[in-house]
């Protein structure tokens, strides 16, 4: 069975800082996939950033990267020079079984940020 | 490109009714995945289609059910709705090649609303 836990469920943030949201894991499938998204308010769940078990390199898009350890089964989300839009609901998820199962998500994470 | 389309918006059954819920993923999206999103429980994978197969299912009761046609538009059916059923149900689409960790791309949602 995979795992992801959140351990920050609220989080306020000064705009313009670095943030860090924590997510680690638990599979024992070898081969996976590591997603964030973010979910605004309004409830649409937005795909911010993509992990493979395999690559070597850490996945960066934008403002967001991802900080991926894996032999601490840790893969965690960095929002640089936040913004007051970034405020919403972040989820780590991941996707084992060779990309044929379904997303197991995390708790999530609450980001406020502020003025 | 248009986005994922998930219709209705909001819906309120009461218990015992049966509901339909309708999904048209990203065009040239073969797999469409389905999540209910609760506060207690989070977001959990109720089950995927691929090319008008079920790949994957979640643990939910048979209550719980899906299609997808030939055009890859997919649709739930929630049959004897229970108060534990009001959630947001999500639909997602991806590329979903059989073994791939494409990123999901998700929809508006149904709110439904079970009294």
């Known amino acids: 069975a995979q795992k992801i836990t959140q351990t920050q469920p609220g989080m306020f943030v000064q705009e313009k800082e670095a943030v860090t949201l924590d997510c680690t894991y638990d599979?024992?499938?070898?081969?996976?996939?590591l997603f964030w998204y973010k979910q605004p308010s309004s409830g649409e769940m937005i795909f911010l950033i993509y992990?493979?078990?395999?690559?070597?390199q850490n996945a960066t898009e934008g403002r967001y990267s991802l900080n991926f350890q894996k032999a601490r089964k840790s893969a965690n989300l960095v929002i640089s020079a936040s913004q007051l839009g970034d405020s919403a609901m972040y989820f780590c998820?991941?996707?084992?079984?060779?990309?044929?199962?379904?997303?197991?998500f995390g708790k999530g994470t609450h980001l406020i940020i502020q003025p | 490109k248009a986005g994922v389309t998930q219709t209705p918006r909001y819906l309120i059954k009461t218990r015992g009714q049966q509901v339909t819920l309708s999904c048209s993923p990203i065009?040239?999206?073969?797999?469409v995945s389905w999540y209910q999103q609760t506060p207690g429980q989070g977001l959990q994978f109720l089950f995927e289609?691929?090319?008008?197969?079920?790949?994957n299912k979640g643990n939910f009761p048979g209550r719980f059910s899906g299609r997808q046609f030939s055009n890859s538009r997919s649709e739930m059916n929630v049959s004897t709705l229970e108060l534990g059923d009001s959630a947001l149900y999500l639909c997602?689409?991806?590329?979903?090649?059989?073994?791939?960790?494409?990123?999901?791309?998700f929809g508006p949602g149904t709110r439904l609303t079970v009294l």
């Open positions: 998820a991941m996707r084992g079984g060779g990309g044929a199962d379904g997303l197991t």
């Open positions: 289609y691929f090319s008008e197969t079920q790949r």
């Open positions: 065009s040239g999206h073969r797999s």
């Open positions: 599979t024992s499938d070898p081969s996976y996939g």
């Open positions: 992990q493979g078990s395999y690559d070597q």
């Open positions: 997602a689409s991806s590329q979903g090649t059989i073994s791939s960790y494409n990123e999901q791309f």
